[in-house]
DNA sequence: GTCGGACACATACTCCGAGTATGTTCCTGA
DNA sequence: TCAGGAACATACTCGGAGTATGTGTCCGAC
């Protein structure tokens, strides 16, 4: 059991969590790429210094801020697929969970739309291999060992899904909040259509 | 007709093609964020003044190439599909002309993979709307009028499948050219398949 | 109680690359 | 033949990421 933090550490704690909520704010409107680090010290009221004490890099900071938000609503994502027994049911909740999570402003514009521009493809995915990719692949792997979609297929499968989440989530992360309902469940329909087209392809017996 | 070009404008036109040619060597091999334009002029053997004449900006000199192979390319794929008279059929011949193009080294990696990052998600939507995103368009609507698809279903179905040509595109950038025709085959499944769930929900009569 | 040291920053700097301003050469047309 | 503009080269500015170093403050050891 942690030990009641000293002052100075709950000071130092705050000055962190400054500088990633004056982050998250600026990446999400302006960009990653349009603001500087002395814009996010300058929010958090605090210099240049304190960031490259606390991070290791831009990116570095942007990281940590993917990781927050991934282990958050990732997890409450996996949660609802888990808690299905049936594998379609709980692909269909976890993916109404993802939906739900872009619709909020931060989530879906940091991680789908800034991520890949702050960390370049390649660290993307490496990071989104502990969360959305890795459920992605859980989900499709449980799909195929209960026969709803046919086994085998490669990377191909995993990353096109992929690439479907993200397309889903940039766009509810630049629809306006009166009209996220209605897009969420037009995002809906090709989830559910593939599912069903993979599972008409299953070879029978 | 247009008349022989002058000794000047020849060698004129000469650097801008180098220039080009080297910008497009260099932001497959490295990306466009790794590139300096000072490396892009030194491989095309002049300087930077050179790439400021030509062209208006960094991005503007990568929409130019952007442009060339969109023009090709896509222009390909589109003769693909309207050489068709069946949508389903022809929509799946542009698929596989898509595939093709981006098995070659070039397009795949500076259309999928560079532009976003290279131009931001926006402008590269503005310059895929004369391309890609157009091609894909026409075909969802010819797919509807015929009655393959479910009609109206607004902007998700579109941007989520055009979501689906990045990630695939994307994926045959990166495989190596001999395992290019299996993954390209993969690659086509997921899209047959979400043909097939969409064509299953169509509203009867 | 005090003193050394480490932590938590601030300040001042370097460095790289995009963009700009200006110079220079050569061709072209009047 | 000469004025002007095209096609570059050269030399600069400027912003922002990253680094090096300074400074105050707190904490534990003696």
Redesign the interface.
Known sequence: MPQVKSRRGEYTEATRRALLDAAATLFTER?F?RTSLDDVAAVARVTKGAIYHHFASKPGLFEVLFDELELTENGAARAAFEAEADPTVGALAALDQFLRACSEPVYGALVF?EA??AL??DAWRRCEEKYSYALLSDMLEALAAAGRI?PG?????P??????????G??LARTPAEDCE??RA??R??F???????A??VPQD
Chains 1, 2 share one sequence.
């Open positions: 960009g790429a739309r890949p521009l370049g493809w046919p297929g490669g990377e191909a499968l990353s096109i899904a992929f690439g479907m989440l993200g397309a889903a940039q766009l209605r897009v037009e995002c329909a090709p559910v259509a593939l599912l069903a087209g993979l008409a392809s």
